[in-house]
């Protein structure tokens, strides 16, 4: 069971870290610098992520399946083809599938830790990295969601004598009590 879910797992994490690149290089929009640095940013983290996840499956493990190019790229293509490509798409739709892809992949990292929790395979080195690994996504989580968050158009402030925004309130309109 612990090297299915490292195979499953370091799947997600490569297929992620092709999708955030491409998320990278196809930002655009009014937001585009800072789109296309924060898609730099989580590419790198899934970078680092899935090397690490990779050395610590065939360290857990002693197999090597984790690191096989074939079952990588067939598992991560399986997972882009899940998301959509992000080529194409509009900056504000690039952001919304960014954050469906981070939030499952908080579920699937909780998940995972809660499977070989309960099966007693989880090391504590492991339970360390899942852990790290789900502080990070979550992060990812609350930026992904203040970019994608839309607000109604406010009306307009009142015009008034003094000027745009301003009410003019007579002392016992202050003042009233009760």
Not at 64 to 84: K, N, R, V
Request: some cysteine; hydrophobic content about 40%.
């Amino acid at each position: 069971m612990l090297e299915e879910y490292l195979c499953a797992y370091t799947s997600f994490l490569r297929g992620a870290q092709l999708w955030f690149h491409s998320a990278h290089h196809v930002a655009k929009g009014t937001g585009f610098i800072q789109d296309h640095e924060f898609y730099s940013e989580v590419y790198d983290y899934f970078t680092t992520a899935f090397d690490d996840t990779v050395e610590k499956s065939i360290g857990i493990t002693n197999n090597e399946t984790p690191a096989d190019p074939i079952a990588l790229t067939d598992g991560a293509l399986m997972m882009i083809q899940s998301w959509g490509s992000p080529v194409g798409k509009a900056d504000v739709d690039i952001a919304a599938c960014a954050l469906k892809i981070m939030e499952n992949y908080v579920s699937l990292t909780e998940s995972i830790f809660e499977a070989l929790e309960e099966s007693g395979e989880l090391s504590l080195g492991l339970n360390d990295m899942l852990a790290a690994n789900s502080n990070a996504a979550e992060g990812f989580v609350y930026k992904l969601q203040q970019r994608v968050k839309t607000y109604p158009v406010a009306p307009p402030p009142p015009v008034t004598k003094r000027g745009i925004g301003m009410t003019v309130m007579s002392a016992p309109q202050v003042f009233k009590v009760g």
